[in-house]
């Protein structure tokens, strides 16, 4: 009868140890798939990075960049600068045309007055 408790209770232990290496094989499972999923979403990172990254998408934003610039200039210029240099002008020539008078007037006057 001491052979069977002993058997029944190697069978018993069997049993767990069998229940604990299910309970591993599951979670090993699990783990993998979970390190299987890391891979994938790592890998569409990395994916992304590089794409996001690379030179020529760099140039395809500079130079719409600099050509927008050179219009934005141009327009500024031909707006705003342009006129002011006319309107300088202008008054360049206005000024002149003051001083001759200012400069006459003051020459007839000193000739008016005498020695």
Known sequence: MSESLDLDRVLR????RD????????ELSA???VAARNEEILDDIR????????PKALLSWVQPIGAAG???GMLAWALWVQPLEFRVEELEKLG??????????????????GP
């Open 70 to 72: 050179t219009l934005l």
């Open 19 to 26: 229940e604990k290496i299910d309970a591993i094989a599951r």
């Open 31 to 33: 783990a993998t798939a």
């Open 47 to 54: 994916e992304h990075i590089n794409s996001s990254n690379s």
């Open 13 to 16: 232990e069997l049993r767990a």
């Open 96 to 113: 002149e045309s003051n001083r001759a008078r200012i400069e006459a007037f003051m020459a007839s006057t000193t000739a008016d007055a």
